[in-house]
């Protein structure tokens, strides 16, 4: 089993966020193993959109990715997952598959950024920039929308 990335504490806000992106993929695929209708984790997965996901993607957006800048190869990747993910979540259409997408594309995504984008800007990241993320990227509490736990 690989060590644990050690996460900078000025990153280790949107690593728990990447935490939560990776609960909502197991949620989908809870859903689906269990036959739920796909407007029911639709539903959700406008919730967790609107409430974790586009904030979080205008956080790494506005403050983590200039750190390496935007001609970045590795910045460049994350922020056309990125744009490929904000499709697929405001995508009404053929929702049993945009739901499979959704999972496996943020999934994906959030390996790379975890694994790949986030080692390469902290070890690039001075000290006043990861300071300025800290206090840009507080630390939010997730609240779970249990109006309709589908996956259970």
């Known amino acids: 089993m690989p060590n644990p990335i050690k996460r900078k504490e000025a990153l280790k806000p949107l690593s728990r966020d990447h935490h939560h992106g990776l609960l909502l993929c197991w949620k989908i695929r809870q859903g689906i193993k269990l036959n739920v209708e796909p407007e029911r984790i639709k539903k959700y997965l406008d919730w967790f959109w609107m409430s974790y996901l586009k904030p979080h993607f205008e956080i790494e957006e506005q403050y983590v990715f200039p750190i390496l800048g935007i001609e970045n190869e590795l ?52 000290s006043e920039q990861l300071i300025q993320i800290e206090i840009d990227c507080e630390d939010k ?12």
């Open 75 to 126: 910045v460049k990747q994350a922020l056309a997952e990125h744009r490929t993910l904000k499709r697929l979540f405001e995508n009404e259409d053929d929702l049993s598959k945009t739901n499979s997408l959704i999972e496996k594309e943020l999934e994906m995504h959030i390996r790379f950024e975890e694994r790949v984008l986030f080692n390469a800007i902290q070890s690039l990241a001075s």
């Open 141 to 152: 509490c997730f609240y779970e929308n249990l109006s309709d736990p589908f996956w259970e």
